[in-house]
């Protein structure tokens, strides 16, 4: 199917584990991001990317890790998982450089 | 970087107008302001994007005065459904992409 899709949709770990969390898109859009939503919250930006071997840091990087070795898919993981970290997920991919960002479905994570 | 700044929340009544207005006093001569939906455990959806004056789709109308300073998302008619957190994103074209969400205004519409 066409679109962005996150996996998975819901995870529990605990404290100290490496989680990774899957984002891919169909569009072969050249932006990514991720974003991290708390409870109640707005969206706080992880890491962003502009293409394949090129990402950077946003607003709140620390004890994640990005990589974009194709297009379609930019996972992030948690190196060393901490409950601070319990939170829900989106991934959003976009065309242009304009800000019309297509977001994925979101993935919950829970860290006890 | 533009930041923006939103009312927190607005209530209204079904068949009502509602105007939510976006202050983002630093934006950039290439910039462009995108607002987006969005609905409990969901990611947020885009609604309306523009540079300058009006524009208008089937959903929504956002009006940026010539100073750009502030927007004006317009929800015509709103009904129950429309109850949400409403973005206001200013993409940033002068060499980076990091798009930083505010706060968002959550609409609340009564019957």
């Known amino acids: 199917d066409a679109g962005i899709t996150q996996s998975p949709r819901y995870k529990i770990t605990e404290t100290g584990r490496q989680v990774t969390l899957m984002c891919h898109q169909t569009?072969?859009?050249?932006?990514m991001f991720w974003y991290r939503q708390d409870l109640g919250h707005g969206l706080r930006l992880i890491y962003y990317?502009?293409?394949?071997?090129?990402?950077d840091k946003g607003e709140v990087p620390d004890g994640y890790v990005v990589s974009r070795s194709k297009t379609e898919n930019f996972p992030l993981t948690l190196e060393s998982a901490t409950r601070s970290q319990t939170s829900v997920y989106f991934c959003?991919?976009?065309?242009?450089?304009?800000?019309?960002?297509?977001f994925g479905e979101g993935s919950r994570l829970t860290v006890l | 970087l533009a930041k923006t700044t939103q009312p927190i929340s607005m209530d209204s009544y079904e068949g009502q107008e509602v105007n939510i207005t976006c202050s983002h006093n630093?934006?950039?001569?290439?910039?462009?302001i995108t607002w987006y939906q969005q609905f409990p455990s969901q990611g947020p959806r885009f609604i309306i994007q523009?540079?300058?004056t009006k524009v208008t789709n089937e959903v929504a109308s956002l009006f940026i005065p010539a100073d750009r300073k502030s927007s004006t998302l317009s929800l015509p008619r709103v009904s129950l459904s429309d109850t949400a957190v409403y973005y206001c994103?200013?993409?940033?074209?002068?060499?980076?992409?990091?798009?930083?969400f505010g706060t968002g205004t959550r609409l609340k519409v009564l019957a």
């Open positions: 959003a991919s976009s065309e242009t450089v304009r800000g019309e960002l297509f």
């Open positions: 569009w072969s859009h050249s932006y």
């Open positions: 990317s502009a293409a394949a071997d090129i990402t």
């Open positions: 630093n934006i950039a001569t290439n910039d462009y």
């Open positions: 523009g540079y300058k």
């Open positions: 994103l200013v993409g940033v074209t002068s060499g980076t992409y990091k798009y930083i």
